[in-house]
């Protein structure tokens, strides 16, 4: 890595996001001492459904965007190559370049985390489906009659698995006279977790056992080599991953659970940004054949 900056947006309104991306970038062209004309293209990982063959954010819950083609908005003002993408997929590149991915053909990226999100490679490939929005995993429905999720439906995995929802077990928790302090950060949860409080530990079990379901079910829709459980949930690995382990291997269809590896890889900031700028080497080595397959193609640029 030649630079890194880390910038923050003092509003959720799209010019200021896009001013905001433009001068980070020439601020990092300056850090990095590089010459303007070797720029190859900018990569942008974004959580929400990306349409990546269009360059288009189709939705994005955090920011309430819709339809924006954000990959045309910065090469007018950017004058390179933008690709864009959903966060979880550029890091599952990042995995396949560079990570525990490298060599694997097919393989799943899940985090967890605010929300739950999943990056398919199927023959080497990433499978972004129809429109960008494969892999929305964390919206797959446990029970219809659950919590209320942020997508509007209800019992979707999101709202049993993330952080959120790991302070309101907590919260119910406090309020039945099971935990000390009415926790309200996560990294509360995971102090009393360590210092043996059961119901803390409970709660972790209940996430690795429902995750566990929902690996052993992709496991047996998609027969995958590998299975990389990533993001800042897995600070608690120590509290879910035997509960996790033992789920899938109850759930896993007879046949299907030999070599499959279950990864569990605590990356940092700096691999999310890094999975974007996959994308632009990722499309530099394609070969021209597969290369038009994200916009823009560089003729396309004004
Ligand atoms: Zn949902």
């Known amino acids: 890595m030649l630079a890194k900056q880390t910038g923050y947006l003092e509003n959720q309104r799209l010019d200021t996001a896009i001013d905001a991306i433009v001068a980070v970038v020439n601020s990092l062209v300056e850090k990095a001492g590089i010459a303007r004309d070797k720029l190859l293209g900018l990569g942008v990982g974004l959580a929400g459904i990306v349409d990546a063959r269009e360059g288009t954010l189709r939705h994005s819950p955090i920011f309430g965007w819709r339809d924006v083609p954000l990959a045309g908005l910065l090469i007018s003002h950017l004058h390179v190559p933008v690709y864009i993408d959903n966060d979880v997929n550029t890091l599952t590149l990042t995995e396949q370049l560079f990570g525990v991915g490298q060599g694997i053909d097919d393989f799943l990226t899940i985090t967890i985390g605010r929300g739950v999100g999943m990056g398919i490679v199927v023959n080497g490939q990433l499978y972004r489906g129809r429109h960008g929005g494969a892999g929305e995993i964390g919206h797959t429905v446990i029970d219809p009659d659950g919590p209320q999720c942020e997508c509007g ?19 119910e928790a406090f309020a039945r006279g099971e935990m000390p302090t009415d926790v309200t950060e996560v990294d509360e949860l995971l102090a009393l977790a360590r210092a043996g409080n ?105």
């Open 153 to 171: 439906n209800r019992g979707c995995l999101e709202t049993y698995v993330s952080d959120p929802h790991l302070l309101r077990m907590a919260h």
């Open 198 to 302: 059961p119901a803390a530990l409970a709660i972790y079990a209940q996430v690795g056992e429902t995750l566990g379901r929902t690996i052993a079910n992709l496991i047996n829709t998609l027969n995958p080599m590998e299975i990389i459980i990533s993001g800042e949930g897995m600070r608690a690995a120590d509290f879910l991953e035997e509960t996790l382990r033992a789920t899938v291997a109850r759930h896993v269809m007879t046949g299907l659970s030999g070599n499959i590896e279950i990864r569990i890889d605590f990356m940092s900031d700096d691999a999310w940004a890094r999975g974007a700028a996959s994308l632009v080497l990722q499309e530099l080595f394609k070969t021209p054949l597969y290369r038009s397959e994200l916009t823009p193609a560089i003729s396309s640029i004004p």
